[in-house]
């Protein structure tokens, strides 16, 4: 029996051949285009992570802009005792009105004065009124007139707590207040009530608060009214200072203590002068104006630092001396205006003394009639014009001795 052949035609076998052809291609071709689309994904995916490894620089932080500081000033003018002997009143005195001038007595002076804002002098004579009668050493009494002249000559701040405050009584003390009060000139270290003599006295120029203190080591044996302690400012070292902290709690820039204190006619001051100035600088008082001696005693600066650490110079004046009286000789005659300058920083709340000046003066006693006249000359001032008609050659050659002499009293203790 013959086996059946089948054959499969040759153009199905070619067919089936190319399909296989195809497909092996195609699978080629695919596996290219799957691999070139996973490298394009991957690198784009790779860009933010390269770009989070390297961020650029930040922006550099601006500087501050420094803040310029503000500034105020002021000046403090400061002079010695206000006297009112016996020979100082007739050639003042005008008998066709029946009123006193003294205006005189500072006419060589105003223009100094003029360039302070706090200007004070030590007035050591009370003005009570005619009632009382006018009358020197040794229980003063002036005219009203002179408290007029003091007004016009630029005054505005007056110690009166020395040893004269009660020459004619509690009724002179309190009249000397009223007549000073209706002439706005402020009085420092007597009170007419407790209130007032509580009552803090802070005196602004130009934006910057000066507290005002004064006190006397006693009134020459006269007593203070029993229960009426506020007439007079007696010195007590811890009452002092617990007055100068009130003030600066208070908004006190600076504080200026009169005192009235030392040993008449001594060109040096004592060490008890010496010990209480310096006590009280340390406890924040920025002026000492010493008063009594009726001499120029040397002024020393202090150079230190206040309760918050920052610098402070504060000036202590021991003695001003004389600014009008009649006594003459031993230098008695002369007297010294201070010239202080006081600056603020604003912006820092912080207040300094800068520029100090000592002004010598002399009082001009002369006599063109049957009275006394008087005048204050500022000496260095006198010495260089050398033109005043009632001076004489002896009159300025004693008068450069004597500056040489003060200018050297003065600095001693610089």
Not at 80 to 88: F, L, R, V
């Amino acid at each position: 029996m013959r086996r059946k052949i089948v054959l499969i035609p040759t153009v199905i076998l070619l067919s089936l051949i190319a399909i296989m052809i195809l497909f092996l291609f195609a699978q080629t071709i695919w596996d290219k285009s799957g691999a070139n689309s996973l490298g394009q994904h991957d690198l784009i995916s790779a860009a933010p992570s390269e770009a989070a490894v390297t961020p650029p620089p930040p922006s550099p932080t601006p500087e501050p802009t420094p803040v310029e500081p503000v500034f105020t000033e002021a000046v403090w003018v400061g002079v010695g005792d206000i006297m009112s002997h016996s020979p100082q009143l007739p050639g003042a005195y005008d008998a066709n009105t029946g009123v006193y001038d003294f205006n005189p007595f500072f006419e060589e002076v105003k223009d100094i004065l003029g360039q302070g804002d706090w200007i004070m002098a030590n007035l050591e004579t009370p003005i009570g009124g005619a009632n009382f009668g006018y009358t020197g050493y040794p229980s003063f009494n002036a005219p009203f007139e002179l408290a007029e002249a003091l007004k016009n000559a630029g005054f505005n701040l007056l110690s009166t707590a020395n040893n004269h405050s009660l020459d004619k009584g509690e009724r002179g003390l309190l009249k000397t207040l009223e007549h000073l009060k209706e002439l706005d000139l402020q009085a420092i270290g007597t009170a007419s009530s407790q209130e007032e003599a509580d009552a803090l006295i802070i005196a602004e120029q130009h934006g910057i608060r000066m507290g005002l203190l004064a006190y006397t080591y006693g009134t020459n044996g006269i007593p203070i009214p029993t229960g009426k302690p506020y007439l007079v400012n007696l010195i007590d070292e811890e009452k002092i200072r617990a007055d100068i902290a009130r003030l600066k709690q208070n908004g006190a820039d600076l504080v200026t203590v009169a005192l009235h204190f030392g040993n008449e006619y001594q060109t040096t001051p004592s060490e008890s002068q010496k010990t209480l100035a310096r006590a009280l600088v340390a406890a924040g008082a920025d002026i000492i104006a010493g008063s009594h001696p009726h001499v120029i005693q040397p002024y020393e600066v202090i150079e230190g630092y206040d309760d918050m650490g920052n610098e402070k110079r504060s000036l202590i004046i021991y003695s001003m001396g004389n600014f009008i009286s009649n006594q003459r000789g031993d230098s008695k005659d002369y007297g010294v205006i201070f010239k202080v300058g006081v600056r603020k920083n604003v912006t820092e709340n912080l207040t300094t003394l800068t520029d100090i000046e000592a002004i010598p003066t002399w009082v001009h006693r002369y006599k063109p009639d049957r009275s006394f006249r008087y005048r204050i000359l500022p000496v260095e001032e006198t010495l260089a014009a050398k033109d005043d008609s009632l001076l004489k050659a002896g009159d300025y050659h004693q008068l450069q001795k004597d500056f040489d002499m003060l200018i050297q009293r003065l600095d001693s203790m610089k």
